[in-house]
């Protein structure tokens, strides 16, 4: 069973561009969590998805940031007109449709680097 | 608002100590503890996790434990060695919400030959 993937694991953008990361959950998986890593810093929660439904968006940036993880195919990430600001680590996590309240670990993925000149 | 912090930011330490990692948290509502461990440029490994009603877990060289009336776990490594040089971090889920991971800033540790 394939860990969490996630690519590309290196982006390098110009300041003005579109930045798309994708993440593929492990097989089984339907809840996609979406985490932002700034230098020396620890992960920010970003945005909580299920299959087609964005669940929580607290974490989200108001402008320029969306996220969707539709039917079929993984979930992506886009900024829109990146800015250095934007240069970060962005991990996802995913895990497991469970009937408890909550569900419990999440399996993280390797990450992407995205590089703003 | 939940925060966590830990302590120290970093450590440097001899192969073979017992060393003790901590992480505190402002609101006891939460609904578990984990602990990750994080290489440089990789993912994170998640280590162990404590649910609430839960007091401490172990895992090998490991033990976290969980005091939620203080607001603090503590991850044990015993005998540490080389390879267990990354960044710890420790993370919380508050209850009543979403699973999303509010984390610390995490510990870097270095442990030398």
Redesign the interface.
Known sequence: NAG?MQNPRHLVRRRGQEARLRCSPMKGHS?V?W?RQLP??????MV?LQKENI??E??MPKERFSAEFPKEGPSILRIQQVVRGDSAAY?C?S?PFTAAP??????????T?LTVL | KQE?TQIPAALSVPEGENLVLNCSFTDSAI??L?W?RQDP??????LL?IQSSQREQTSGRLNASLDKSSGRSTLYIAASQPGDSATY?C?V?LSG??????????TRLAVHP
């Open positions: 969490v809840h969590y985490y020396e810093e620890g992960l920010k929660f909580y669940i929580d607290s974490g991990f996590a895990s909550l569900p419990d670990t999440q399996y993280f993925g390797p990450g680097r | 966590v609904y578990n984990q990750f440029g990789k993912g994170l490994t998640s996790l971090l993370a889920v919400g979403y699973n999303k991971l509010i984390f610390g800033a995490g």
